[in-house]
Each structure stands twice: as C-alpha cells, then as structure tokens.
C-alpha cells in the first residue's frame, strides 16, 4: 500500500498526475483489489442483508395480509351467524307470544264455557227451587183453603 504513494510522488515530479507509465496498470490493479475486497467484505453481506431484510418485510406483509383478510373473513361470518341467530330469536319470540296468545284464548274460553254452565246450573238451580216454593205455596193455600172451607162448612151447620 505503501508503493502507490510513492509512485504517485514520482509522477508528480515528471510532469503531472495522469502520466501514462507502468503507475496507472497498477492502480487499476489496485482499484480492482479494492474493489473485490470491498465487494466480497462489505457490498455482498450487506446485501444479503438488505435481500434477508427485504424478504423478511414480504413475507411479513404477506403474512399480515393473510390475517386481515383472515379477521375480515371470520367477521363477516360472525355477523352473518349474528344476523341470522337474531332472525331466529325474533321467530321464537313471535311463535311464543302467538302461542301464548292462542292459550290466553283457550283459556278465556274455557273459562267462559265454564262460568255459562255454572250460571246455567244455578238458572236451573233458581227455577226448581223457584217451582218447589211455588209448589209447597200452592199446598200450603190448598191446606189453607182446606181449612177456611171446613171451618166455614163447619160453622154454618
């Protein structure tokens, strides 16, 4: 490394700095040894690294795009599952209250029948007890009479 100094000191004393002598094929030589060393040292791990980092970057994003489109994916299907659970809840709300509402009605007839036979039992009721009363009055007036006659048949003899 040393020597190139040199030659370049005596260049400089012969007439310039590019003076085309045996000093220029060896500084091509010498740039091109830099130039390998520094590429097989320095530019190709670095850019492996770069390559390394770079790849890493796509898969990753690769990656995460796989993922969001997964996520997106599985939240369409949960609110698809939601949407139609809610229909469906809704359904067996309606089913219940229209069951309910057929049972109320069930209900409220029978019990209507039931309260008809129980007042038409109790008109039935009323009415014979009506005609017994009527009946016993009728005899107790035909004993009644029974008697006025027979004191009056009695006392006009």
Known sequence: MFFPTLLAVEAAEKGG???????LPLIAIQFLLLVAVLNSLFYEPVTRAIDSRNDY?????????ER???AVSLTRQYES???QARLQ???VIAEAEAAAA??????LAAV??????????????VEQEKQAAL????????????QITQKLLGSAR
Do not use: G, N, P, Y
């Not at 700095?17 to 000093?23: N, P």
């Not at 057929?102 to 209900?107: A, D, G, L, P, V």
């Not at 009946?135 to 029974?146: F, G, H, K, N, W």
């Open 81 to 83: 599952e939601i949407s």
């Open 68 to 70: 969001l489109d997964k």
């Open 135 to 146: 009946e016993q009055l009728q005899q107790q007036v035909d004993a009644i009479a029974a």
């Open 89 to 91: 809840a809704q359904q």
């Open 102 to 107: 057929r049972i109320r009605s069930e209900k």
């Open 57 to 65: 970057i796509r898969t990753t994003q690769a990656e995460a795009q």
């Open 17 to 23: 700095l590019f003076d085309l002598d045996a000093t």
């Open 112 to 125: 209507q029948a039931e309260i008809q036979q129980k007042l038409e039992a109790a008109r039935l009721q």
